[in-house]
Nanobody, 120 residues
Framework: QVQLVESGGGLVQPGGSLRLSCAAS????????MGWYRQAPGKQRELVAA???????NYADSVKGRFTISRANAKNTVYLQMNSLKPEDTAVYYC??????????????WGQGTQVTVSS
C-alpha cells in the first residue's frame, strides 16, 4: 500500500501565494507520474498540473504562468507553488501519483485533499 499525505493548504488573499506538498510513503518501487487535481464545490475534479518521472510537466490553461509543479524524487515528494492566486482557485486540492510497488505493476493513488481558499 502507498499513502499520499498533503500539506500546505489554507486561506490566502487574492494575489497571494501558497505552496502545497505531497509526500508518498509505503511500498514504493517506482513513482511514475505525480500531479495535482482540484475540485471546487459543484464542479468536477480537474487536473491542475502533473509531472512525469523524467521531469516533463503540463498545466491547466487556467494556471499557466502562475503555478509551478516540482518534484523531489529522493523524497518521493511533489510540490505545487501557487502564485497570484485568484478566488476562482478556491477548491480542495488533491495529490495523485502513479506508483509501482514492484517492477511489474502500477496503481493510481490519491491523497486526502487539502483546502485552498482565496478570499479577502
Amino acid at each position: 500500500q502507498v499513502q499520499l499525505v498533503e500539506s500546505g493548504g489554507g486561506l490566502v488573499q487574492p494575489g497571494g501565494s501558497l505552496r502545497l506538498s505531497c509526500a508518498a510513503s509505503g511500498s514504493i518501487f517506482r513513482i511514475y507520474a505525480m500531479g495535482w487535481y482540484r475540485q471546487a464545490p459543484g464542479k468536477q475534479r480537474e487536473l491542475v498540473a502533473a509531472t512525469t518521472s523524467g521531469g516533463s510537466t503540463n498545466y491547466a490553461d487556467s494556471v499557466k504562468g502562475r503555478f509551478t509543479i516540482s518534484r523531489a524524487n529522493a523524497k518521493n515528494t511533489v510540490y505545487l507553488q501557487m502564485n497570484s492566486l485568484k478566488p476562482e482557485d478556491t477548491a480542495v486540492y488533491y495529490c495523485n501519483a502513479a506508483v509501482g510497488s514492484t517492477p511489474y505493476d502500477e496503481y493510481d493513488y490519491w491523497g486526502q485533499g487539502t483546502q485552498v481558499t482565496v478570499s479577502s
